[in-house]
């Protein structure tokens, strides 16, 4: 892998163009599934609080306006999808605004505070991923329809197939609930091992509906968001360890799902996405982003504040997001996701080339 990556480089400029020339021909649309790291909207169109389409979210996005994405700009998939060669935004499934025909290209069917597990969803009243695999099932129903059989397979076969999900599982679900129907049911390690096999039937059925390209995310540093730093006051408001703890040891448990399962199916080009090790170094090492704020977020006093709570008249919401890592507390800022998603294309993604 170094090796490659260190050729690119190096190559002449006319060589390095008929290379992006050749990854955009080879990958036809981004397609992805996840919470709020990767919804661009979709829980604008159902009934829930989980929700970031109002101001000052958006504010450096196309146009300064919001578009349900937890951000002041654009998202990781958004980034992925223009170094790709495709659209510089991905849109969401449940949007009126596009049809089937941006679809073709790239559609997102994620949902903020979603999660693998059923009752993650049910807290703020979301789409569960079993949903969001029902919505893809009718996009590829309506993909036929539109293009024909062979090149709707071609896009489903060819097509970068994204999961980016797991966050909200620990911290809205089994950590919010001390003494909840989770932390009762599972330890911390048998609650990783519940997840990671809904991961692994997810990642099947996709196979089983034509997928062959899928990437599997893991989770951040989930200790270090603001939300977390500022609520442990013991820890001085450091990063909480045993929770970062816990997303490597999740994050090790799904690696090692994605080599079982590359050995088990056959033709399936099954990747880790890992955001966690560039996530951290981006927080220990800001200046060398770029970056100047890493304990609290842009938006409001930046230490407790998401979606509805980051009031558009808030004096406090700093004016340049690009010195911050997060812009809420929880969601990271458009320059954060632009890192983690150029570092998830050559680190990761070069190998659906």
Known sequence: MANVLFISWFLPLAQFLTLVITIQAKIPAVIVFGDSSVDAGNNNFIPTLARSNFEPYGRDFTGGRPTGRFSNGRIAT????????????????????????????????ASAATGYDNATSDVLSVIPLWKQLLFYKGYQMKLRAHLGEIQAKQIINEGIH??????????????AFPGGRRSTQYTISEYENFLAG????????????????????????????????????????????????????????????????????PGINLVFSNPYFIFM????????????????????????????????????????????????????????????????VKRVLYKFI
């Open 162 to 175: 994204m999961i980016s999900i797991g966050t909200n599982d620990f911290l809205e679900n089994y950590y």
């Open 198 to 265: 809904i991961a692994e039937n997810f990642v099947r059925e996709l196979y089983g509906l034509g997928a062959r390209k899928i990437s599997l995310g893991g989770v951040p540093p989930m200790g270090c968001m603001p939300l977390e730093r500022n609520t442990n006051l013991m820890g001085g408001r450091e990063c909480v360890q045993s929770y970062n703890t816990v997303a490597l040891e999740f994050n090790d448990k799904l690696s090692k799902l994605v080599k079982r399962l590359n050995k088990e199916l």
């Open 281 to 344: 170094q981006i927080i220990r090492r800001p200046s060398l982003y770029g970056f100047e704020v890493t304990s609290v977020a842009c938006c409001a006093t930046g230490m407790y504040e998401m979606g509805y709570a980051c009031a558009q008249n808030s004096l406090l919401t700093c004016s340049d997001a690009d010195k911050y890592v997060f812009w809420d507390s929880f969601h990271p800022t458009q320059k954060t996701n632009q890192i983690v998603a150029n570092y998830v």
């Open 78 to 109: 958004d980034f992925i999808s223009q170094a790709l060669g495709l659209r510089s935004a991905v849109p969401a499934y449940l949007d009126t605004a596009y049809n089937i025909s941006d679809f073709a290209v790239g559609v997102t069917f």
